[in-house]
């Protein structure tokens, strides 16, 4: 057993001055049987410690249903065994570029702006699930010879509220759970940042990318004493679909690292390893500069950050500068990275051979229809990803008039009489074309990611405005929605041959695999949707881009035929699709 506590300009281990240089890997967006592997990477890069969040609504679908929350304690004991303290920073926020923020829909459904505050009702639902994650944690602690020595009060709260009775109630509750070790809270390198996010008796640390020693002055102005840390050193940043890959030289990053490290001070590199966003977890962010009001900018499934290990687990140019820098402080010769994990023997075709139109696929696995005079959201309808069909009947006999879906969030397929009218998005959010009445509408509306970081975190999906039609709203909605996992298990989905046209729907297929390993799914000349390998859900896939293929781990495919299903939302063009292609790495 040992003590790990919190001197006036260093981390003691029993008392002993240590540095923490620690990696950011998400335990939930790399597959469990390349934990090993990827901790492995993390101790030859020349790190001695890993950080993880926990993400809420992972793990509590619904309120009081926890699934698999021990993959944290899995994870934890992976770390110990790999030679690697852990910082936890469960939350309850976690921002990460991840779905809500961490947040529970149906949290964030119910309580709107009075998450994150010390609103009774939310700090109940915390209490609630602190209580069973702690669980994970609290044993784990380096006190009770685990590999824990740090836990995280929220994240970043200084960049969205100022409670700071809400951050003393965490901090004592996390206290009253059990938990031992230091606590720390984790803010931008700005004033007003750390004076809404720091609070007495716990540790604070900053995030940035760059210029270190200006950084931590900021942070000794309102911290004159305590290790000097950076929680967050960016160094890579995330992509949105339709944007460029962003890419960050290794060069500059390393001399970045290199500067932290002068300072003194610990450091966590975020990512080390970003991995995944595995079944439509990605999150969503908003430009419009500081204010984060403008457009939604959904994240793409992959996470690769342009992180020195890369999404396929492989040292990139920036994971050889990096080591080179922390070999510096290492204690002795740095092991060397470890034997990859297979990868695909050969490439392979999936032959895709049933269809199921969107209606049958809703009929068989969408949840129950409801009807209402104005549209319910996608929490009101309990979806946390996938789509909501919304039906509406325009009156007649009338004029044409342009239609109009209020509020839209965030993307919707329209169709009139039963025929495709257009899209609609929350920037365009009228019917090109007028629609007289007598007329049936239907809008199939996809949820892009709820947004993760700022004032519009938390915000409701679906048709949050209502339906006009000109000025007239039109009442008696009906709306049933499909989430995302209903689609992990097709077998009562009635399936037919395919389409001429390549509309939306479910498509189902096999791919014959010789060599199962790691690989990528490329889908040339689909438009947007989600595909799953043997019932595993890869993410969302969007011919805008930047990414052009999906991650298949290894562990996901198997020897012989493997099942492949792709629901297609936009429809493909049948002279540009081609097939449905397994590559190797």
């Known amino acids: ?74 994870f934890l004991d992976a770390a110990r065994r790999a030679g690697l303290w852990a910082i936890v920073r469960p939350g309850p926020y976690i921002c990460a570029e991840w779905e809500n923020g961490g947040l529970p829909h149906w949290l964030t459904g119910e309580l709107g702006t009075r998450v994150r505050t010390r609103d009774e009702t939310y700090l109940a639902h915390v209490r609630r699930w602190f209580s069973r ?18 836990v995280q009060v929220e994240n970043e709260y200084g960049s969205y509220g100022s409670d700071a009775a809400y951050l003393r109630r965490l901090a004592g509750l996390l206290r009253e759970l059990g938990v031992t070790v230091p606590l720390v809270t984790s803010d931008g390198a700005e004033d007003h940042m750390l004076t809404g996010g720091a609070i007495p008796g716990v540790l604070a640390t900053v995030n940035f990318g760059s210029r270190a020693r200006e950084a931590f002055r900021t942070l000794r102005r309102h911290r004159p004493e305590g290790p000097l840390m950076c929680m967050e050193f960016w160094c890579g940043w995330f992509d949105r679909w339709g944007g460029e890959h962003a890419t960050r030289d290794a060069g500059d990053a390393a001399a970045a690292l290199r500067e932290i490290l002068q300072c003194g001070a610990s450091v966590n590199l975020y990512m080390a390893h970003g991995g995944t966003s595995f079944a439509g977890w990605a999150g969503a962010n908003r430009g419009g500069g500081d204010l ?22 492989r040292p990139t140019e920036k994971f050889w500068r990096m080591r080179e820098v922390l070999a510096e402080y290492a204690e002795g010769p740095l092991p060397e990275p470890p034997t990859p994990p297979a990868r ?52 007649g006999p009338r004029q044409p008039y342009p239609l109009i879906a209020r509020g839209l969030r965030d993307l919707a397929v329209v169709y ?156 493909s063009d049948p002279a540009r699709a081609g097939g449905v292609l397994l590559r190797r790495l």
């Open 416 to 571: 009139v009489d039963g025929e495709r009218a257009g899209v609609l998005t929350e920037g365009d959010e009228q019917l090109k074309e007028p629609v007289a009445g007598h007329a049936r509408v239907e809008l199939w509306v996809e949820s892009l990611g709820r947004v993760n970081y700022g004032p519009r975190s938390g915000e409701a999906k679906g048709i949050t405005g209502g339906l006009l039609h000109e000025r007239q709203y039109l009442h008696g909605v009906r709306a049933r929605g499909l989430r995302l996992d209903a689609l992990d298990d097709i077998t009562d989905i009635p399936f037919g041959p395919l389409p001429l046209d390549g509309g939306p729907g479910l498509y189902r297929g096999t791919v014959t695999v010789r060599g199962a390993g790691d690989a990528r799914l490329e889908l040339p000349g689909r438009g947007r949707g989600f595909a799953w390998v043997n019932g595993f859900c890869l993410g969302r896939y969007w011919s805008v881009g930047p990414q052009r293929s999906l991650y298949v781990p290894g562990p996901v495919l198997r020897e012989g035929e493997n099942e492949v299903w792709l629901l297609e939302l936009d429809g």
């Open 133 to 150: 994650l702690l669980q994970e944690i609290v044993p784990r602690q380096i006190d009770r010879g685990g590999p824990v020595v740090l």
């Open 344 to 395: 695909l023997g050969a490439p392979a075709e999936a032959d895709l051979a049933g269809w199921a139109p969107l209606d049958a696929v809703l009929e068989a696995r969408g949840g129950p229809e409801r009807s209402a005079p104005v549209p319910p959201t996608f929490e009101e309808l309990d979806v946390d990803r996938g789509l909501v069909r919304y039906a509406v009947t325009v009156p």
């Open 1 to 74: 057993m040992s003590e790990f506590g919190v001197g006036d300009r260093d981390f003691l281990l029993d008392g002993r001055p240590v540095r923490l240089l620690s990696g950011a890997l998400h335990y939930f967006r790399v597959h469990e049987s390349h934990w090993d592997h990827r901790l492995a990477m993390l101790r030859a890069m020349g790190l001695n410690c890993v950080e993880t969040y926990v993400p809420w609504n992972l793990h509590e679908p619904a309120p009081g249903e926890h699934r698999d929350v021990a993959a944290l304690g899995r």
């Open 292 to 313: 984060h009001e403008g457009p939604l900018e959904p994240d793409v499934t992959s996470y690769d950050y342009d992180a020195p290990v890369d999404e396929y687990g």
